[in-house]
């Protein structure tokens, strides 16, 4: 756990349960702006359900997600995330066990433009929770 700083934050991002990718880790910041992009197929027809679960890096570099500290997670669906205005989502962290404001974090998707069946899309948080203590 980071004692004099704010979060080193990174997302890992699930859909139907299958790990797809991670993003970059963003150092010492409570407002993310993740540069990673996730191009993934979309399904009009199928449920595609999305989980995004941020973690404070502790061991850096470490692909090991028990050595780093679980924020929170949020989960929408393919179809939510795609029929929003503006295909953006922003969502409540939310942590098991834990009442109170764990920030939020933003998804914005948009059609690959050689296949309505390819979506990529972007992650960013807001008000992550502070490490300094």
């Known amino acids: 756990m980071d004692t004099f700083s704010n979060s080193d934050a990174f997302c890992v991002v699930y859909i139907n349960g299958i790990e797809i990718g991670r993003t970059e880790v963003v150092y010492d910041s409570q407002t993310p702006r993740f540069t990673t992009q996730f191009q993934i197929d979309y399904f009009f027809e199928e449920k595609q359900d999305v989980l995004i679960v941020c973690y404070d890096e502790d061991k850096k570099g470490s692909a090991d997600l028990r050595h780093h500290e679980l924020q929170g997670e949020i989960r929408c669906s393919m179809a939510e995330l795609m029929c929003a ?37 972007q992650i960013s948080g807001k008000k992550l929770v502070n490490k300094d203590g």
Do not use: P, W, Y
């Open 85 to 121: 205005d503006g295909t953006s989502v922003t969502k409540q962290i939310t942590k098991r066990g834990r009442d109170g404001n764990h920030g939020s974090l933003t998804l914005h998707a948009e059609e690959m433009q050689m296949c309505s069946e390819h979506v990529s899309f």
